[in-house]
């Protein structure tokens, strides 16, 4: 028997979204009903003000794909991937709940991601402890453009 269930759905509820963002971290804690102007959301689905359920939802629903990983039926890890179809393919929200790692899920979840879209370029933000994880599936820092900066409006 596998560790859980791992393929392409056509959505994943948001609330079970915004639960295995919660657990891994990734949602800042509910600003507290005295604060009047909570801080926004620093990177796009974190924080809570942003990630409403139906908001996650509506996010995963708009990308290409949407593969996620089930074990005894409950959402143990997600990813999602926006692309053009031709020119570029983007990963996006790769998680695995702190619990399940170490487990194969996450590889299971990118190879659905490469296996669907990996005959065009696939690019990815990866954060300095992942690197290693991407690094084995072939993902490297664009050494052409070494002074390419991420840049979002503020
Ligand atoms: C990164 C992440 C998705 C990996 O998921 P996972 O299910 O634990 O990974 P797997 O079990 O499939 O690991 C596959 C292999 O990569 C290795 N690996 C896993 N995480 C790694 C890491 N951070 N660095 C280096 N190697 C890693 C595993 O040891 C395993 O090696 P093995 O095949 O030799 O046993 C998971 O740690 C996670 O959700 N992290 C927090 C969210 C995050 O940072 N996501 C990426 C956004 S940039």
Redo the contacts with the bound molecule.
Sequence with gaps: MTYATCGKVPSVPGTEIRDLFRC?G?LTNPVPASQESPVPAEEGCAGEQFATPDRLQQVFEASAAIYAARREGVLI?VVRVVSDQAKESVVY??????E???????????ELCLRDFGHIPVT????P????????FGFERLERYPDLLILRRV
Aim: proline share 3%; aromatic share 10%; net charge neutral.
């Design positions: 891994a990734w890890g929200d790769l998680v695995v709940a702190p399940h790692r170490g487990h194969g899920v996450g590889a299971v979840l990118l990815l933000a990866a954060t402890e992942t690197l290693d994880f991407y690094r084995r």
